[in-house]
């Protein structure tokens, strides 16, 4: 009974993240803030758990990605035999702004990560970013845009490093790395679409390599059972985010990303509330 409780919450953990990852409202946070209250137990010693937990909250995202590459196969493939050489340079040239823009969260998460699980990992500092950043989607989005670019074929070099500068702030659990990016891209002159398009393809490297480093720094035991649990939430997260991503660039076209931000603003205000009356549980540091 015990693996199949672990496995059933690892389905809610995959449903969580495929929904939150791509939408502007933190899918570390959501999954910080729901560890709190249905923490994987997938061993006994609490050490391990929580060393567990460290890599399983940014492994899962794996699940994310493989919906990105499958959503957007055709046009992130450079070797469609079909295509012609304008086509294939194109591609070649989005992928060259898909690396500017991971440079700089890449440099800063291999830095800081053992700082951020240590020190920022809490639901506190997750419900100050919800609402900080919920604020700030509403206040963009009050104030009159000049679309420079619409579409992702139209981003410079310059513009990519400039979104993978604000990628950095996603570092801070409740920041959100689809919403900072999306804040930053908008800033930026892009179009609501192609901010959101192009932090799709950001995700994909920024993730990956996120998990094989926390995949090296693991330090409880590789068993089947944390290998179950472990696949079973990424092939969660894959299946919710195929339509998540859909629904979301549909979205876009009709509206803004206020409902977003007030969102934020709303869950953020609760979590402070419950921690301040004590009613947050500790979750595995207990």
């Known amino acids: 009974m015990g693996i199949i409780l672990e496995i059933l919450k690892s389905i809610v953990y995959g449903v969580i993240q495929g929904i939150t990852e791509w939408l502007p409202i933190s899918s570390t946070g959501h999954m910080i ?13 609490t050490a391990d758990n929580i060393a567990f937990w460290e890599m399983y909250k940014v492994v899962i995202q794996f699940g994310s990605i493989l919906a990105v590459a499958v959503q957007y196969f055709r046009r992130l493939n450079p070797f ?6 304008s086509g294939k340079r194109r591609i070649w040239r989005l992928w060259i702004l898909i690396i500017i823009a991971t440079i700089p969260a890449g440099i ?20 100050i970013a919800l609402i900080v950043y919920g604020i700030l989607f509403i206040v963009i989005e009050n104030r009159e845009k000049e679309i420079e670019v619409e ?6 070099p310059k ?27 908008t800033l930026l002159g892009l179009s609501r679409t192609a901010a959101a398009e192009f932090s799709f393809f950001m995700a994909m490297p920024v993730m990956l390599g996120a998990s094989i480093l926390k995949l090296f720094k ?13 696949l079973v939430g990424m092939i969660t997260a894959f299946i919710v985010s195929v339509y998540v991503i859909r629904i979301f ?11 977003f931000g007030y969102y934020r603003i709303i869950l953020g205000v609760i979590i402070l509330i419950l921690a301040l009356v004590h009613l947050l549980p500790a979750g595995l540091t207990a």
């Open 249 to 259: 660039v549909d979205y876009l076209r009709k509206h803004d990303f206020k409902l």
């Open 218 to 230: 693991l330090s409880a035991p590789i068993t089947f059972g944390g290998v179950l649990v472990l």
């Open 33 to 45: 803030l729901v560890n709190t209250w249905l923490p994987l137990r997938v061993f006994e010693s």
């Open 80 to 85: 469609n035999p079909n295509l012609k050489e």
């Open 108 to 127: 800063a998460g291999v830095l800081l990560d053992d700082i951020i699980d240590e020190h920022l990992s809490t639901p506190i500092v997750v419900a």
């Open 159 to 185: 513009k990519a490093l400039g979104i993978g500068a604000f990628q950095m702030l996603a570092l801070i659990p409740g920041t959100s790395r689809s919403g900072s990016t999306i804040l930053g891209s």
């Open 151 to 156: 579409t992702v074929n139209g981003i410079t």
